[in-house]
């Protein structure tokens, strides 16, 4: 079988390195299934890889792609064929910027009626960082204060949700005004809003240095805000490093008396066996069911082969939602 797929042969810009390429899918294993994909978002973790960032993890060429959803349509022989026509996500598996994935029977996540296509195509990265770091890495208790960083992304409006759900203060700073009143209403007690002065007194307004958890996913000289404001003995996570910039993790040491942990989804799935991922992953379903979390609606959908376009609009500031793409490809290759 045919299948068209989002790869790159060597690191650097995603606009340059990334191309699609038409192949042959291998036969199934045992234990193994396919999906046909339907949508799948564009993260800063599917770009990231491709920078070369992980290099020395990756075997080029690669499929770029983390997150996504579809349909199963062939099984190994020693999974039922009832899973045939489930809508699944195919994580941990290939990457998902591909007509079909092929992935693990056991990893795969069928997703119930009432999530949308659009939502169900998000539902692992962003959600599973964002629970994992709340429940788990950071055990954050009720009124708790909790700072982070990058509340332009589309993650910080979970951990708004989840600040709600399990009864903490949430404290965002976001360099987009225009998200300000968003994140309020998806619960973040405070938001610090960048274009309206200094963020280190505004943060030292709003708490101080009393903060008993610091998320962040930008890394330096935000990051070293987050330190600042954290109480003796507080707890920093590191997730994400979106301005390119490296933490100063002696600086942290040395001067905040702050010992950061760093978080990566990869390394909780290497280190929780399949039945417990399946469970904590039930959770998060049953969040949004229940509509208890919800996502944003998506920016902009692109079909598959516009993936240059898709990753320019990625590019600019301000997106109130996920780029992403479709899999139905209507176009002449």
């Excluded at 299948?3 to 191309?19: A, C, H, M, T, W």
């Excluded at 994992?132 to 954050?140: A, K, N, Q």
């Excluded at 070293?224 to 490093?241: D, V």
Aim: proline residues 5%; glycine residues 8%.
């Amino acid at each position: 079988m045919d299948n068209v797929s989002l790869i790159y042969r060597e690191f650097g810009d995603p606009l340059q390195k990334l191309q699609l390429y038409t192949g042959e899918k291998f036969p199934l294993q045992p234990n193994e299934i396919l999906v046909k994909m339907i949508a799948s978002p564009i993260n800063p973790s599917d770009l990231i890889p491709i920078r070369g960032a992980y290099s020395h993890r990756i075997k080029l060429p690669s499929v770029a792609g983390y997150d996504g959803v579809g349909i199963v349509v062939d099984h190994g022989k020693d999974v039922s064929g009832s899973i045939i026509g489930k809508r699944v996500l195919p994580v941990r598996g290939e990457g998902t910027w591909q007509q079909y994935v092929t992935t693990k029977s056991y990893y795969a996540i069928e997703v119930p009626p009432s999530i949308s296509d659009e939502d169900a195509s998000q539902l692992y990265i962003n959600p599973l960082t964002a629970w994992f770091i709340c429940t788990e890495s950071l055990r954050v208790q009720p009124n708790e204060m909790v700072l982070m960083n990058g509340g332009g992304t589309s993650i910080a409006g979970l951990f708004a949700q989840i600040s709600s759900i399990l009864g903490f203060r949430l404290i965002v700073i976001t360099r987009n005004s225009r998200k300000v009143s968003k994140l309020q209403k998806l619960g973040a007690w405070r938001v610090i809003d960048a274009s309206k002065g200094s963020i280190s007194e505004q943060i030292s307004d709003c708490c101080g240095r009393s903060v008993d958890h610091a998320i962040d996913s930008v890394g330096g000289e935000s990051g070293e805000l987050l330190a600042g404001a954290l109480k003796p003995q507080g707890t920093f996570i590191s997730f994400g490093l979106l301005s390119g910039i490296p933490n100063d993790w002696r600086k942290f040491h040395d001067i905040y008396r702050v010992s950061p942990q760093l978080f990566a989804l990869r390394l909780w799935n290497e280190r929780h066996s399949v039945s417990e991922y399946r469970n904590r992953f039930s959770e998060i379903i049953k969040l949004f069911e229940s509509g208890r979390m919800v996502m944003n609606a998506p920016e902009k959908i692109y079909d598959f082969e516009d993936f240059h376009d898709a990753l320019k609009h990625y590019e600019q500031p301000g997106l109130n939602g996920k780029i992403l793409l479709n899999f139905a490809m209507n176009k002449e290759m």
